[in-house]
Nanobody, 127 residues
Framework: QVQLVESGGGLVQAGGSLRLSCAAS????????MGWFRQAPGKEREFVAL????????GYTDSVKGRFAISGDNAKNTVFLQMNSLKPEDTAVYYC????????????????????WGQGTQVTVSS
């Protein structure tokens, strides 16, 4: 089992920044990738960003490219999401997730590729 704890959410004005953190513990040796997803009220959970552990390769959904940056510390089993130029449409609960075992890169934007999930942290962007 892997336990994930997110932090860093909050309320921010449009154009502002937040930095989310996610710390993994437990059987982290099997981590292949860590990702961030978000879910807004009344909407399905959507992919935001991911980082592959073995080489640090990152990926983003189009709506956050150039504004969000994912980074990580393998030694501390921690991943971060720096969110800049936030917009009201970024308002959502943000979830951190771990994918264990090798996956095709194209699969990693799908929530079904992830085996462990955090409880989520609320991000609210006011206009």
């Amino acid at each position: 089992q892997v336990q994930l704890v997110e932090s860093g959410g909050g309320l921010v004005q449009a154009g502002g920044s937040l930095r989310l953190s996610c710390a993994a513990s437990g059987r982290t040796f099997s981590t292949y990738a860590m990702g961030w997803f978000r879910q807004a009220p009344g909407k399905e959970r959507e992919f935001v960003a991911l980082r592959r552990w073995v080489d640090g390769k990152t990926g983003y959904t189009d709506s956050v490219k150039g504004r969000f940056a994912i980074s990580g510390d393998n030694a501390k089993n921690t991943v971060f999401l720096q969110m800049n130029s936030l917009k009201p449409e970024d308002t959502a609960v943000y979830y951190c997730a771990v994918s264990s075992g090798a996956r095709r890169w194209s699969e990693l934007a799908n929530s079904r590729a992830y085996d462990y999930w955090g409880q989520g942290t609320q991000v609210t962007v006011s206009s």
